[in-house]
Each structure stands twice: as structure tokens, then as C-alpha cells.
């Protein structure tokens, strides 16, 4: 079993529409919680950044983490064509140095 | 110019060959990374080094070598290519540990082939 579990998708919505992602992982050491966004044939880039539990809003992007039930997701409320990339979560633990672990990434395609 | 640039940007190699990229950043970040990326897989630690000299494996480190002489590079080196090998590599760089605000900053990747 992966450490990180995302759903690889292809998701494909409309635009306007609210678009959730999200994560599993079930190492109980991860602290640190990021989203990335990924254009095709470029490098992935922060999007999101979060440390423990609770929710972060940014502009129309919103990560929710629950630590209890080891569950991350990202929230794209009116998304747009220019959303569509892959969207790739990234954990950390606190006791490992600087490692990240991505999960799989998620394809997204937001159609006018 | 600014930022953390990998070359080649493709390269085409034959099995058994020896073949390193190379991976520069110009911000004197103590933290750096190797990932791999293939489909169904996502992206997979290789080696990552915290600072100059030190070094730790990642995920999947066999076939891998790496080396940080200096703070702003952090090549890698396939000691005898396989078609297993064939991936996109990405490099990635960070002031610090993962709780930065900023997070850490990934290169365009190197797409590499072994025929």
C-alpha cells in the first residue's frame, strides 16, 4: 500500500463548476500538507501550502486537512479552463528532514 | 537569470550507457531533490540532500548515483542506464524543510529515454 493514495482521474467538468480533489495517506507522521499544480510537460508548481489540521482559503482554491481521518482535499470553487493541468498532493513528516511524498496526481480538464 | 534550471532538457540513451543531468539553482537553497515521474506512479523520491556533503536515499535510489559538492548543484548520474529508467526527472530546491511558506521549487524536468 502507498503512502499516498490520490484518485488519478481524468476528471472532466464544466466551467463554473466546483471542483474537489483529495488524499489519503496513512502515515500518522505527516505534518506538512501541500497541493501542486502540474502543467503538462512542465515542472509541478505551490499551490496550496498547510501545517496540521484545519482549512486554508485562497483566492478560489480552498485545502481542508483532517488529520483524524488521515484525508486532505482542494477545494476549486468557479473553476476554469485554465485549471486543467494535473493537480499532485505532497506530505512531509516532521521526523524525516525534508522529504516530500506525492501521490499519484490527479488529471483535471475544465471544458468551456 | 534566477532559478533552478536542469539540462538536457531530452536525452536519448542506448542500455548500458552512463548518462548524468544536471541540475543548477541560483539561490544557495540548503535542500535538493531528484524525483522520477512516471505514469501510475506519480513522482518518487530518488536522492535528496539536505546541504554540500550530505546526501540520503529516497524511494527508489538503486541504479542512482548522486553527488553535492557545491550548494547549487545536485547531479544526477545513471551508472549503467536501463530501459526501466526511461522517465521524466524532475529536480526540485527549498530554503528549508517543508514547513517554509514557499515550499520548494521544481525545475522543467529532463526527459530521458534509454533504447
Known amino acids: 500500500q502507498k503512502e499516498v493514495e490520490q484518485d488519478p482521474g481524468p476528471l472532466s467538468v464544466p466551467e463554473g463548476a466546483i471542483v474537489s480533489l483529495n488524499c489519503t495517506y496513512s502515515?500518522?507522521?505527516?505534518?506538512?500538507f501541500m497541493w501542486y499544480r502540474q502543467y503538462s510537460r512542465k515542472g509541478p508548481e505551490l499551490l496550496m501550502y498547510?501545517?496540521?489540521?484545519g482549512n486554508k482559503e485562497d483566492g478560489r482554491f480552498t485545502a481542508q486537512v483532517d488529520k483524524s481521518s488521515k484525508y486532505i482535499s482542494l477545494f476549486i470553487r468557479d473553476s476554469q479552463p485554465s485549471d486543467s493541468a494535473t493537480y499532485l498532493c505532497?506530505?512531509?513528516?516532521?521526523?524525516?528532514?525534508?522529504?516530500?511524498?506525492f501521490g499519484q496526481g490527479t488529471e483535471l480538464s475544465v471544458k468551456p | 537569470d534566477a532559478g533552478i534550471t536542469q539540462s538536457p532538457r531530452y536525452k536519448i540513451t542506448e542500455t548500458g550507457r552512463q548518462v548524468t543531468l544536471m541540475c543548477h539553482q541560483t539561490?544557495?537553497?540548503?535542500?535538493m531533490f531528484w524525483y522520477r515521474q512516471d505514469l501510475g506512479h506519480g513522482l518518487r523520491l530518488i536522492y535528496y540532500?539536505?546541504?554540500?556533503?550530505?546526501?540520503d536515499k529516497g524511494e527508489v535510489p538503486d541504479g542512482y548515483v548522486v553527488s553535492r559538492s557545491k550548494t547549487e548543484n545536485f547531479p544526477l548520474t545513471l551508472e549503467s542506464a536501463t530501459r526501466s529508467q526511461t522517465s521524466v526527472y524532475f529536480c526540485?530546491?527549498?530554503?528549508?524543510?517543508?514547513?517554509?511558506?514557499?515550499?520548494?521549487?521544481f525545475g522543467s524536468g529532463t526527459r530521458l529515454t534509454v533504447v
Open positions: 526540485a530546491s527549498g530554503a528549508a524543510r517543508p514547513g517554509a511558506v514557499d515550499g520548494y521549487t
Open positions: 502515515n500518522s507522521a505527516f505534518q506538512y
Open positions: 498547510t501545517y496540521s489540521s
Open positions: 505532497a506530505m512531509s513528516p516532521y521526523n524525516q528532514g525534508g522529504k516530500l511524498i
Open positions: 539561490w544557495s537553497h540548503s535542500y
Open positions: 540532500s539536505a546541504a554540500a556533503d550530505i546526501t
